[in-house]
Every structure is written in C-alpha cells, then in structure tokens.
C-alpha cells in the first residue's frame, strides 16, 4: 500500500488548487505537485468538509468517534472481565 501524503503537503496542494488562476485546471495542479487528479479532488472535497462548507464527517469528529469506539471496546472487555 502507498504511503500515505503527509498533512501539510496534502494542505499546501489544496491551498494552491483553490487560489488558482483562471484557466488553470486541477489536472495541471496535480500533475505539477505529482499526485493523481482523483487525488486532489479527494483532499478537495475533504477539506470543504472540514471547513463546513460541505456537510459530512470532519476529521476531527472521526478522530473522536474511533477514540469514543476504542474506549467503548476496552470498558465493555473490563466488564466481562468482572462478571
């Protein structure tokens, strides 16, 4: 499996993407920073969900979640454990 990007570039492309001038695609932008166009669009959509401008999950709630489902797990095998 590919390494995953690291967050401030995956960042930095987005900030690029959406500051561009007219009539530069996100095909070019892609290409020029070396990651798929799917790609981009991905971080795109992604980060307009974190910015709330689209709804969906943010990141941060689905850090929250599998903590809260890990914490979850781990009481309910304490449970078991004292029965």
């Known amino acids: 499996?590919?390494?995953?990007y690291p967050?401030?570039?995956r960042?930095?492309?987005v900030r690029?993407?959406?500051k561009r001038e007219p009539g530069v695609t996100i095909e070019q932008i892609a290409k020029d920073f070396g990651v798929h166009p799917m790609t981009l669009q991905k971080w795109m959509r992604r980060a307009e969900i974190?910015?709330?401008?689209k709804?969906?999950?943010?990141?941060t709630e689905a850090?929250?979640?599998?903590?809260a489902r890990k914490r979850i797990r781990l009481l309910e095998q304490e449970v078991e454990?004292?029965?």
């Open 81 to 83: 454990v004292l029965r």
């Open 11 to 13: 960042d930095d492309v």
């Open 7 to 9: 967050a401030e570039f």
């Open 55 to 59: 709804p969906g999950q943010t990141r």
């Open 1 to 4: 499996m590919p390494k995953p």
């Open 50 to 53: 974190d910015d709330g401008a």
């Open 63 to 67: 850090a929250e979640l599998r903590e």
């Open 16 to 18: 690029v993407a959406r």
